[in-house]
């Protein structure tokens, strides 16, 4: 299995990225996939995640009304708007999925599968 994140890049304040992360070698449209970031000398925080049937969204709170998540299971591809970004956003972002569903989605063990992250960087 693996997931290619990307999309990342350089932008300014306010300015928007869309990341993209495709799986490959197993069908993730029944399970949750998410993000993850993290910034230097931080630990990885959760970002968003989105339930297999996509009925179900979670946002940390710091992204919440900016960053939107999304899938397309025909793609078995998931992506996540980044609008309104600020400097405090620049991290690795790293996509993840899991195989199994009802679990926590915010928590990191909930996946089994992580991409290799990519980088965002925001200046002010």
């Known amino acids: 299995v693996q997931l290619q994140a990307s999309g990342g890049g350089l932008a300014q304040a306010g300015d928007s990225l869309r990341l993209s992360c495709a799986a490959s070698?197993?069908?993730?449209?029944?399970?949750?996939m998410g993000w993850f970031r993290q910034a230097p000398g931080k630990e990885r925080e959760f970002v968003a995640a989105?339930?297999?049937?996509?009925?179900?969204?979670y946002y940390a709170d710091s992204v919440t009304g900016r960053f939107t998540i999304s899938r397309d299971n025909a793609k078995n591809t998931v992506y996540l708007q980044m609008n309104s970004l600020k400097p405090e956003d620049t991290a690795v972002y790293y996509c993840?999925?899991?195989?199994?569903?009802?679990?926590?989605?915010?928590?990191?063990?909930?996946?089994?599968?992580w991409g290799q992250g990519t980088q965002v960087t925001v200046s002010s």
């Open positions: 070698g197993r069908t993730f449209s029944a399970y949750p």
């Open positions: 993840t999925a899991s195989r199994r569903s009802g679990l926590d989605a915010r928590d990191p063990g909930t996946y089994n599968y």
């Open positions: 989105m339930t297999g049937s996509g009925g179900s969204t």
